[in-house]
């Protein structure tokens, strides 16, 4: 079993601030885990994926995520928030190696950006 | 033009109606899936399908069908629509060999009176 909680379902920040968007996992197995960035009036896109190599990992628009296992945690950051990443951020997890059918979404933290 | 296309766009039906969202996709892969998406709730795998003869239940299929007429073509049906399923649904493929990145469509909203 698998499950996904985001914490706060609405996140507002200062253009030019820390962004920090929490996500908590729980898996039976180890996890492979997903960022996911829905823009308004648009489906959903990858941001970044852990697969069990660095735990560190970069996505795209300067945004990275680190994998705890300690922490059971896969936190989105990106140092300096711009108005365009004003959008839905989904976390997703799946047993490593499952596939894509087995994702399992959070239920989402909307991100305001205030200029 | 979007290599996850879904039509219609949006649409208001009437409870009892019988409504068709199809998906279509030009990216090559086997692999397609129907989520909704409910505010507050995220997203939830209806059907996925890992080829034209082989479709599978997801966590919600009840009140759902699907057909996979091709390889590029995986269509939802809700054969007596109700209130609760207003909601907004992606078509989403992956390749073969997934490690999870899936690539949507931009969402067919569907709303029941």
């Known amino acids: 079993a698998q499950s996904v909680t985001q914490l706060g379902s609405h996140v507002s920040v200062s253009e030019g601030a820390l962004v920090l968007l929490r996500c908590n996992y729980s898996?039976?197995?180890?996890?492979?885990l997903f960022w996911y960035v829905q823009y308004p009036n648009q489906g959903l896109q990858l941001l970044l994926k852990?697969?069990?190599?660095?735990?560190l990992v970069k996505g795209i628009n300067g945004f990275e995520a680190e994998f705890k296992k300690s922490e059971t945690s896969f936190h989105l950051t990106k140092p300096s928030a711009h108005m365009s990443d004003a959008a839905e951020y989904f976390c997703?997890?799946?047993?490593?190696?499952?596939?894509?059918?087995?994702?399992?979404f959070g239920k989402g933290t909307k991100l305001s950006v205030i200029p | 033009d979007a290599d996850v296309t879904q039509t219609p766009r949006n649409r208001i039906t009437k409870t009892g109606k019988r409504i068709m969202l199809e998906c279509s996709q030009t990216?090559?892969?086997?692999?397609m899936y129907w989520y909704r998406q409910d505010p507050g709730l995220g997203l939830r795998l209806i059907y996925y399908?890992?080829?034209?003869?082989?479709?599978n239940k997801g966590e919600i299929s009840d009140g759902y069908s699907v057909s996979r007429q091709a390889q590029a073509k995986f269509s939802l049906s809700l054969e007596s629509a109700i209130p609760n399923q207003t909601a907004l649904y992606f078509c989403?493929?992956?390749?073969?060999?997934?490690?999870?990145?899936?690539?949507f469509g931009e969402g067919s909203r569907l709303t029941v009176l």
């Open positions: 990216k090559g892969h086997d692999r």
């Open positions: 997703a997890v799946s047993p490593s190696g499952a596939g894509s059918y087995q994702l399992t």
């Open positions: 852990y697969t069990s190599a660095a735990t």
């Open positions: 989403a493929t992956s390749p073969g060999q997934s490690t999870g990145e899936l690539f």
């Open positions: 898996s039976s197995v180890p996890p492979y």
């Open positions: 399908s890992f080829d034209v003869k082989d479709i």
